[in-house]
């Protein structure tokens, strides 16, 4: 939970480029086909995204010796009365349907031991005469019992396990292992744990609606499901409907110099994000920038770059929350602060502060304070769009970035 509040004020004004090639991958360092494969973007779309790295070339002024006022920083545009468009996609019978098939598919499972065909969910550390190897350890993967994606036994040695259980699987690579010879018949060890279980349903019964699920028929469940697919289409259209009002406030902005201590804390906030979901892809910095094909002065570039954006968004926030005269101690603070403390489930004002730390916290409330005013002063146009439209508007507007799939 903590880095969600950080996420969101990275989110603030963080350039695409810093995630392009971020996305999730399964680690295969016990694949068959690969003991340490990592998900590595490729050279033309690494190329691209280094060109895309912008410096607009503005002093950054220490800003700690020196209290000046915001005025001195950057000038604000327009922020009341936007004109904005609210684009809700609607919910479809087949949009439901396509719902409770994923979810007849993917039933997790809670109870009993994992089976061939059971999608699991594991971490594992793997060791060669006693020592870790690169590529034999993982914080999360992914992988399909029965599919013959990991070395001989692996997938054998998880069938079984139940949930939370950790196990030992003394193995040996294949000879000869054309992926990496030097591992070729060794003795290898594996500590894997089990954290999660779902296996794939065919066809949705009254008796799987009860048993996994909390809803007691079929025509509840298909409601259910209905109502919730509704509110993430609300939820969605929300977000971006701020996404273009913020869009609005930074065009209209000028900076004239960067705060120092803004520009330090959004590359710790930057680089803490990108660090979190590159561990969550099995890599790290390191890792992140070799996949992205950054060398270090083009990550530091990068850096730089999208902190700017960052701290613009920063400073914003400020000048907009000093013109219309919010205090950290009025009551729309306080009200704010006591909301987020439900939200993120601590019992008094320390405990939030010492969980995700006081300015974060701080920078979260007042940006959230700018956002409600600048939505609730805003002339809002509602509109509903199939899918098709909304993803066709999507792709034409999103910015240029390129994935790769994991080599297999």
């Given at each position: 939970m903590k880095n969600k509040i950080v996420t969101i004020l990275v989110c603030l004004c963080v350039g695409a480029t810093v995630f392009a090639g971020c996305g999730s991958k399964k680690d295969s360092a016990a694949n068959s086909t690969s003991a340490s494969s990592t998900s590595t973007a490729s050279t033309s779309s690494a190329a691209s995204s280094t060109s895309e790295i912008k410096d607009d070339g503005l002093p950054?002024?220490?800003?700690?010796?020196?209290?000046?006022?915001?005025?001195?920083?950057?000038?604000l545009g327009e922020y009341k009365g936007l004109k904005l468009?609210?684009?809700?996609?609607?919910?479809?019978?087949?949009?439901?349907?396509?719902?409770?098939?994923?979810?007849?598919?993917?039933?997790?499972?809670?109870?009993?031991?994992?089976?061939?065909?059971?999608?699991?969910?594991?971490?594992?550390v793997g060791k060669v005469d006693g020592k870790e190897f690169d590529?034999?350890?993982?914080?999360?993967?992914?992988?399909?019992?029965?599919?013959?994606?990991?070395?001989?036994?692996?997938?054998?040695?998880?069938?079984?396990?139940t949930i939370g259980e950790t196990k030992e699987l003394n193995l040996t690579f294949p000879d000869p292992y054309e992926n990496n010879p030097d591992y070729s018949g060794k003795a290898v060890v594996f500590s894997v744990t089990l954290n999660s279980i779902t296996r794939p349903f065919t066809e949705l019964t009254e008796d799987w609606v009860k048993t996994y699920t909390d809803y007691k028929s079929i025509d509840e469940y298909r409601a259910g499901i209905r109502s919730n697919l509704e509110a993430d289409a609300e939820t969605t259209a929300t977000n971006n409907l701020q996404s273009s009002a913020w869009q609005a406030i930074?065009?209209?902005?000028?900076?004239?110099?960067?705060?120092?201590?803004?520009?330090?804390?959004?590359?710790?906030?930057?680089?803490?994000?990108?660090s979190y979901y590159a561990s969550m892809a099995g890599t790290d910095l390191a890792g992140y920038k070799t996949q992205m094909g950054y060398t270090d002065e083009q990550y530091d570039a990068m850096l730089l770059s999208s902190a700017k954006e960052s701290a613009k968004?920063?400073?914003?926030?400020?000048?907009?929350?000093?013109?219309?005269?919010?205090?950290?101690?009025?009551?729309?603070?306080?009200?704010?602060?006591?909301?987020?403390?439900?939200?993120?489930?601590?019992?008094?004002e320390d405990e939030l502060y010492q969980n995700y730390g006081e300015d974060v916290v701080k920078e979260y409330i007042a940006r959230t304070r700018v956002m409600n005013l600048v939505i609730d002063s805003a002339d809002i146009t509602e509109k509903t769009v199939s899918e098709e439209d909304a993803s066709a508007s999507s792709s034409s507007s999103s910015s240029t970035g390129t994935s790769s799939e994991e080599a297999k």
């Open positions: 950054v002024v220490d800003d700690t010796a020196e209290s000046l006022p915001i005025s001195d920083y950057i000038t468009t609210k684009t809700i996609t609607e919910v479809t019978d087949q949009d439901v349907e396509d719902s409770i098939s994923d979810a007849i598919a993917n039933t997790p499972i809670t109870e009993g031991a994992a089976e061939k065909g059971d999608t699991v969910y594991i971490a594992y590529g034999g350890t993982s914080e999360g993967s992914q992988l399909t019992l029965g599919s013959g994606s990991y070395i001989p036994g692996f997938e054998d040695g998880v069938a079984g396990m930074s065009d209209g902005c000028t900076v004239l110099q960067y705060q120092q201590s803004k520009i330090d804390s959004a590359k710790a906030s930057i680089e803490q994000t990108i968004a920063y400073m914003a926030v400020e000048a907009i929350a000093e013109k219309e005269g919010f205090k950290e101690d009025d009551q729309g603070y306080k009200d704010l602060l006591a909301k987020t403390m439900e939200q993120y489930n601590t019992a008094t």
